[in-house]
């Protein structure tokens, strides 16, 4: 059974500083997915990583996967309040099989 | 192009009843899942499909039906609800080999008394 792990769950921090989330999972999938929810609102895709070694970049968010220790981060670079949101990964259970199970998610405040 | 279409957006259920979320997408995607999310837990997968005519179970297939007649929809059935499957549910979709990700509805909010 894939497990998809999120640390940290919680997540506060200053504006201004940098940060990484970290999502780690149990299967050899080669297909990663990080995805925005605002509070009360649906989830939005934000980085698709389909390879060993992909890093996708997008403002101050930078993700990466590293399949070979079944580990994707994702990078907040000089936090902004904007990016105060819920974060969720999800991974394809096996390649190819389209069964995607998501991690628990990391609430991220960003302080003023 | 409306994207992924969902609903209800609200609906109460006494224990018990029957009822149908739907689900409707027109962006031709073939893969299309529902997702339950309750607080702590994230998102749940409940049941997929990766085509007309061809569904699979998910981690939590309990208690809910799926069928996908056509590509555009894919309903969820709740065959007798109960007060654990109080959740909010999304509808997801997408295209090939995953590479854009999900488009998720905006979720129906469900609670059963």
């Known amino acids: 059974e894939l497990k998809v792990e999120q640390n940290p769950l919680f997540l506060s921090m200053q504006e201004g500083k940098n940060y990484t989330i970290y999502c780690n999972y149990s299967?050899?999938?080669?297909?990663l997915y990080w995805y925005r929810q605002d509070p009360g609102k649906s989830l939005e895709s934000l980085f698709v990583?389909?390879?060993?070694?992909a890093v996708k970049q997008e403002g101050r968010l930078m993700a990466s996967l590293d399949t070979k220790a079944r580990l994707s981060t994702l990078h907040i670079t000089a936090a902004v309040h904007d990016l105060s949101a819920t974060y969720f990964c999800?991974?394809?259970?096996?390649?190819?099989?389209?069964?995607?199970?998501f991690g628990t998610g990391t609430r991220l405040k960003v302080l003023a | 192009n409306a994207g992924v279409t969902q609903t209800p957006k609200f609906q109460v259920l006494k224990t018990g009843q029957s009822m149908t979320l739907q689900c409707a997408q027109d962006?031709?995607?073939?893969?299309m899942s529902w997702y339950r999310q309750d607080p702590g837990m994230g998102l749940r997968l409940i049941h997929y499909?990766?085509?007309?005519?061809?569904?699979d179970q998910g981690e939590v297939p309990n208690g809910y039906n799926v069928s996908r007649s056509t590509t555009e929809d894919f309903p969820l059935r709740l065959l007798s609800a109960a007060p654990s499957q109080t959740s909010v549910y999304f509808c997801?979709?997408?295209?090939?080999?995953?590479?854009?990700?999900?488009?998720f509805g905006s979720g129906t909010r469900l609670t059963v008394v």
């Open positions: 997801a979709s997408s295209y090939g080999s995953g590479g854009n990700g999900y488009t």
């Open positions: 299967t050899t999938s080669d297909r």
């Open positions: 990583l389909l390879s060993n070694g």
């Open positions: 999800a991974v394809d259970e096996a390649s190819g099989t389209y069964k995607y199970i």
């Open positions: 962006m031709n995607h073939e893969y």
């Open positions: 499909s990766v085509g007309a005519g061809i569904t």
